[in-house]
C-alpha cells in the first residue's frame, strides 16, 4: 500500500510566485513557515521552524495568488513530491521535497486578506476568467 498525504499549517514567508505555464495553467509557489515550541530538558523553551516549499496549480493557483501574501495564515492539504537537478555549478545531483497543492483553507478573516488578479498568460486566459462562473463550493457563504 502507498500513501502520500501530508498536512501543514503555517504563514507564508513571502508573496505568492504566481505564473501561467505554455499550457496556460496557472502555477502558483510559496514557502510556508511552520514553528513549534518545545520544552527542553533544562526547563527552557526553545522554538523550531520548518520552512515548507508548496505548489498549487489552476484554479487554486490563481485563489492563493489573488487572496495571500506574506505573513498570512494558511492550512494545507496535498501530497509529497521530489524535484532532482544536476547544479549546473558544481555538476553535483541536487533534489529537494516540497509540497503538492490539494486542497487549502484560509485561516485569516477575510478583512486581512488582499485580492490581486494573476496576470493572465494570453487572450484566451482573459476571456476565460470573464465568462467562468463560480461553482456552488466556491461561495463563501
Same mark, same amino acid.
Given at each position: 500500500m502507498n500513501l502520500n498525504i501530508v498536512s501543514i499549517g503555517g504563514n507564508l514567508t513571502r508573496d505568492p510566485d504566481a505564473k501561467y505555464l505554455a499550457s496556460g495553467t496557472a502555477v502558483c509557489e510559496f514557502t510556508v513557515a511552520i514553528n513549534r515550541k518545545r520544552k527542553r530538558a533544562d526547563g527552557h523553551t %526553545? +522554538? +523550531?521552524? %520548518?520552512?515548507? =516549499? #508548496?505548489?498549487?496549480? =489552476?484554479?487554486?493557483? +490563481?485563489?492563493? %495568488? %489573488? @487572496?495571500?501574501?506574506?505573513? @498570512?495564515?494558511? #492550512?494545507?492539504? =496535498?501530497? !509529497?513530491?521530489?524535484?532532482?537537478?544536476?547544479?549546473?555549478?558544481? =555538476?553535483?545531483?541536487? $533534489?529537494?521535497?516540497?509540497?503538492?497543492?490539494?486542497?487549502?483553507?484560509?485561516?485569516?478573516?477575510?478583512?486581512?486578506?488582499? $485580492?490581486?488578479? !494573476?496576470?493572465?498568460?494570453?487572450?484566451?486566459a482573459v476571456t476565460q476568467t470573464k465568462n467562468s462562473q463560480p461553482e456552488n463550493d466556491d461561495v463563501p457563504f
Open positions: %526553545a +522554538e +523550531e521552524t %520548518a520552512f515548507i =516549499g #508548496c505548489t498549487a496549480f =489552476g484554479k487554486q493557483a +490563481e485563489v492563493i %495568488a %489573488a @487572496h495571500f501574501s506574506k505573513g @498570512h495564515r494558511i #492550512c494545507i492539504v =496535498g501530497r !509529497l513530491a521530489q524535484d532532482a537537478w544536476d547544479d549546473k555549478t558544481t =555538476g553535483e545531483k541536487r $533534489s529537494k521535497t516540497k509540497v503538492i497543492v490539494e486542497n487549502f483553507h484560509f485561516v485569516d478573516r477575510a478583512s486581512n486578506t488582499k $485580492s490581486k488578479p !494573476l496576470p493572465p498568460a494570453n487572450d484566451q
